[in-house]
């Protein structure tokens, strides 16, 4: 006696599959950047400086996407780019995602003085401007790959803490909950068995959105030359230097900004594509 | 002796108004014990305060929750909890949200027996199963494998009504079982909760607007106005020769007992104004 809800299948898109190639295809060749960039990242060859992709006439075998003005190697920065991006992505988001969905799950269904406690701490981290924000502390910590994910984490919680919260209230109101009370569960145990499982929908999708949000604070702060040491190889940092050479190398600047926005829209198209996905069913 | 006793309970709204003033009502066991008032009465709050989840913003001033004669009220909250886990069971009012969408029906039933209980899981797992047969679910196998989503309203019911009386409880408090399903179903249900009721010999508090409903499921009721009972009688006499005014505004105002032709009488004003009076004179001798 199936209802006709039960029968409904979602198709994933392609959207949903396409972002979820390039993400893993990105994780791959993060993965084995010391293994397939073709060149050394850091190694400069000034006699190299400002070659152009294979297409171009005046191209060099082996520097497939061109040389920046430095001589080094384009597609292995970007390939030793992706490692750190997707490193930030990956820990800044689950931190972020950790912290902020416990303290919203808290505030939510518990209710009372923790919920006052982390709403009006929410409400107070919410009245600073999240950019400047972040390269203030940055600038603060000093630069490298702990202050960016320190600063994410510091950021971005709120959004996680302020949707789960919501969500968590409307189940807490749900009868399923008065239920498994009388039936003697404890309310941390409530929270984690009978809420916890219906808002991972939800955190799943923040969590996705949050990496991408993580790549662009990273790319942001690299921009800034506030994220690790001014060499190593960033895609914020590329796209820093690209741009002051557009006119003579363009290749400098786009294929760092290429990587960038197909990262980051993949993150949010797979965020967008799971939230999809999941939501009807659970409604 | 009662197995249900609750005596001049008196709950407020924390920094707030009174919500229950001195109520009493008693229900023997496997007795029908209905609750009946306009919304807002209180009805759910007495049901709430017996099973221990009423709202943070709503305190406990005094009176007694006695359980087989223990004063639930006066035990710590851990062995409250496990005592009412054993001994209580709620049918929810709404059924399509009384289930966790996140989880497979059958676990939701067994679980209760194997966590609080100490059941063996195969043995929750057979009772689920002749619980659901009994509840003339055709598939018990299936019906457990489903998530909640994948059933009808009228079938979550039921499931619902299973899982209430799984552990055996002595008491189960329904409140408004039927509201949210098509009347078609409603009779089946409520016919349902009345034959498992009597079989298993359960006492149930039952809440609802209906007297209809009363007449067909339950021998007392309490008739609650403003969080006061007015009324607390068996139910022949109430049909028969209800004593306070409140009460026969009542069922002059429900269509079966009067011409089913005539439009609904809504309670008079004037009787409004006595049980106001009769509220606010409670309200003067407990200021008192
Ligand atoms: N969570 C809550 N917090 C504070 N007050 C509440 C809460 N729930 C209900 N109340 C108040 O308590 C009073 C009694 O509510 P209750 O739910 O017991 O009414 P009821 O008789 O069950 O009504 P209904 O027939 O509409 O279900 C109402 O005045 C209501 O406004
Ligand atoms: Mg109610």
Same mark, same amino acid.
């Given at each position: 006696?199936?209802?006709?809800?039960?029968?409904?299948?979602?198709?994933?898109?392609?959207?949903?599959?396409?972002?979820?190639?390039?993400?893993?295809?990105?994780?791959?060749?993060?993965?084995?950047?010391?293994?397939?960039?073709?060149?050394?990242?850091?190694?400069?060859?000034?006699?190299?400086?400002?070659?152009?992709?294979?297409?171009?006439?005046?191209?060099?075998?082996?520097?497939?996407?061109?040389?920046?003005?430095?001589?080094?190697?384009?597609?292995?920065?970007?390939?030793?780019?992706?490692?750190?991006?997707?490193?930030?992505?990956?820990?800044?988001?689950?931190?972020?995602?950790?912290?902020?969905?416990?303290?919203?799950?808290?505030?939510?269904?518990?209710?009372?003085?923790?919920?006052?406690?982390?709403?009006?701490?929410?409400?107070?981290?919410?009245?600073?401007?999240?950019?400047?924000?972040?390269?203030?502390?940055?600038?603060?910590?000093?630069?490298?790959?702990?202050?960016?994910?320190?600063?994410?984490?510091?950021?971005?919680?709120?959004?996680?803490?302020?949707?789960?919260?919501?969500?968590?209230?409307?189940?807490?109101?749900?009868?399923?909950?008065?239920?498994?009370?009388?039936?003697?569960?404890?309310?941390?145990?409530?929270?984690?068995?009978?809420?916890?499982?219906?808002?991972?929908?939800?955190?799943?999708?923040?969590?996705?959105?949050?990496?991408?949000?993580?790549?662009?604070?990273?790319?942001?702060?690299?921009?800034?030359?506030?994220?690790?040491?001014?060499?190593?190889?960033?895609?914020?940092?590329?796209?820093?230097?690209?741009?002051?050479?557009?006119?003579?190398?363009?290749?400098?600047?786009?294929?760092?900004?290429?990587?960038?926005?197909?990262?980051?829209?993949?993150?949010?198209?797979?965020?967008?594509?799971?939230?999809?996905?999941?939501?009807?069913?659970?409604? | 002796?009662?197995?249900?006793?609750?005596?001049?309970?008196?709950?407020?709204?924390?920094?707030?108004?009174?919500?229950?003033?001195?109520?009493?009502?008693?229900?023997?066991?496997g007795e029908v014990?209905?609750?009946?008032?306009?919304?807002?009465?209180?009805?759910?709050?007495?049901?709430?305060?017996?099973?221990?989840?009423?709202? /943070?913003?709503?305190? &406990?001033?005094?009176?007694?929750? #006695?359980?087989?004669?223990?004063?639930?009220? *006066?035990?710590? %909250? $851990?062995? /409250?909890?496990?005592? &009412?886990?054993?001994?209580?069971a #709620?049918i929810?009012?709404?059924?399509?949200? *009384?289930?966790? %969408? $996140?989880? /497979?029906?059958?676990?939701?039933?067994?679980?209760?027996?194997?966590?609080?209980?100490?059941?063996?899981? *195969?043995?929750?797992? $057979?009772?689920?199963?002749e619980l659901l047969a009994e509840v003339q679910i055709?598939?018990?196998?299936?019906?457990?494998?489903?998530?909640?989503?994948?059933?009808?309203?009228g079938m979550?019911q039921r499931i619902l009504i299973a899982s209430a009386f799984a552990?055996e409880p002595?008491?189960i408090?329904a409140?408004?079982p039927t509201?949210?399903l098509?009347?078609?179903v409603q009779k089946q249900i409520l016919k349902l909760i009345k034959a498992m009721q009597e079989r298993h010999g359960t006492a149930l508090?039952f809440?609802?607007?209906?007297?209809?409903v009363?007449s067909k499921i339950c021998q007392?009721?309490?008739?609650?106005?403003?969080?006061?009972?007015?009324?607390?009688?068996?139910?022949?006499?109430?049909?028969?020769?209800?004593?306070?005014?409140?009460?026969?505004?009542?069922?002059?105002?429900?269509?079966?007992?009067?011409?089913?032709?005539?439009?609904?009488?809504?309670?008079?004003?004037?009787?409004?104004?006595?049980?106001?009076?009769?509220?606010?004179?409670?309200?003067?001798?407990?200021?008192?």
């Amino acid at each position: 006696m199936l209802d006709g809800r039960g029968a409904i299948q979602h198709r994933a898109g392609p959207r949903l599959w396409l972002s979820a190639l390039w993400l893993g295809l990105l994780v791959v060749l993060a993965l084995g950047a010391p293994w397939i960039a073709p060149k050394d990242p850091l190694a400069q060859d000034l006699m190299l400086g400002r070659l152009p992709p294979f297409w171009i006439d005046g191209a060099e075998p082996g520097y497939w996407l061109g040389t920046d003005s430095l001589g080094r190697d384009v597609l292995s920065r970007i390939l030793w780019g992706a490692r750190l991006a997707l490193t930030v992505a990956l820990v800044a988001g689950t931190l972020t995602c950790l912290i902020g969905a416990t303290l919203g799950l808290m505030a939510g269904f518990l209710r009372g003085a923790s919920d006052l406690v982390i709403s009006r701490l929410v409400d107070i981290w919410m009245a600073f401007p999240p950019v400047l924000f972040s390269i203030l502390l940055v600038a603060v910590l000093g630069p490298g790959l702990f202050s960016i994910i320190a600063a994410i984490v510091l950021i971005d919680w709120t959004r996680f803490a302020r949707v789960v919260r919501a969500e968590a209230m409307t189940q807490g109101a749900m009868d399923y909950v008065a239920s498994a009370q009388v039936a003697g569960r404890g309310r941390i145990g409530t929270m984690a068995l009978e809420i916890l499982p219906n808002v991972l929908p939800t955190i799943g999708v923040l969590l996705t959105l949050e990496m991408g949000i993580a790549v662009i604070v990273e790319a942001i702060l690299s921009f800034v030359n506030l994220s690790i040491s001014t060499d190593a190889p960033t895609w914020g940092g590329m796209i820093a230097e690209g741009r002051t050479s557009v006119h003579q190398a363009w290749w400098v600047l786009v294929f760092p900004l290429l990587a960038l926005f197909l990262t980051v829209l993949s993150f949010s198209q797979l965020g967008e594509g799971l939230k999809d996905r999941f939501d009807p069913v659970l409604r | 002796m009662s197995y249900l006793s609750i005596r001049d309970l008196e709950l407020r709204l924390k920094g707030g108004g009174r919500l229950l003033r001195r109520v009493s009502l008693e229900v023997a066991r496997g007795e029908v014990h209905g609750l009946v008032g306009e919304s807002g009465a209180g009805k759910s709050m007495i049901g709430k305060a017996v099973l221990g989840t009423l709202p /943070r913003s709503v305190e &406990i001033v005094s009176g007694q929750i #006695l359980l087989d004669g223990t004063d639930v009220l *006066a035990m710590h %909250p $851990a062995a /409250r909890r496990r005592l &009412i886990g054993a001994t209580c069971a #709620l049918i929810p009012q709404d059924p399509l949200t *009384a289930l966790n %969408p $996140a989880h /497979r029906v059958g676990p939701q039933i067994t679980d209760r027996l194997v966590d609080i209980l100490r059941w063996p899981r *195969a043995k929750a797992e $057979a009772r689920a199963r002749e619980l659901l047969a009994e509840v003339q679910i055709a598939e018990p196998e299936r019906v457990m494998r489903s998530y909640p989503h994948e059933l009808s309203g009228g079938m979550r019911q039921r499931i619902l009504i299973a899982s209430a009386f799984a552990a055996e409880p002595k008491l189960i408090v329904a409140d408004e079982p039927t509201t949210a399903l098509d009347v078609t179903v409603q009779k089946q249900i409520l016919k349902l909760i009345k034959a498992m009721q009597e079989r298993h010999g359960t006492a149930l508090l039952f809440v609802t607007h209906d007297l209809g409903v009363v007449s067909k499921i339950c021998q007392r009721l309490s008739v609650l106005y403003a969080g006061m009972v007015v009324e607390d009688t068996d139910v022949r006499t109430f049909f028969r020769a209800p004593r306070h005014p409140y009460s026969r505004a009542l069922l002059a105002a429900t269509p079966k007992y009067t011409d089913p032709t005539h439009s609904l009488t809504p309670v008079p004003e004037a009787v409004i104004a006595t049980v106001r009076a009769e509220v606010a004179e409670a309200d003067r001798r407990a200021g008192a």
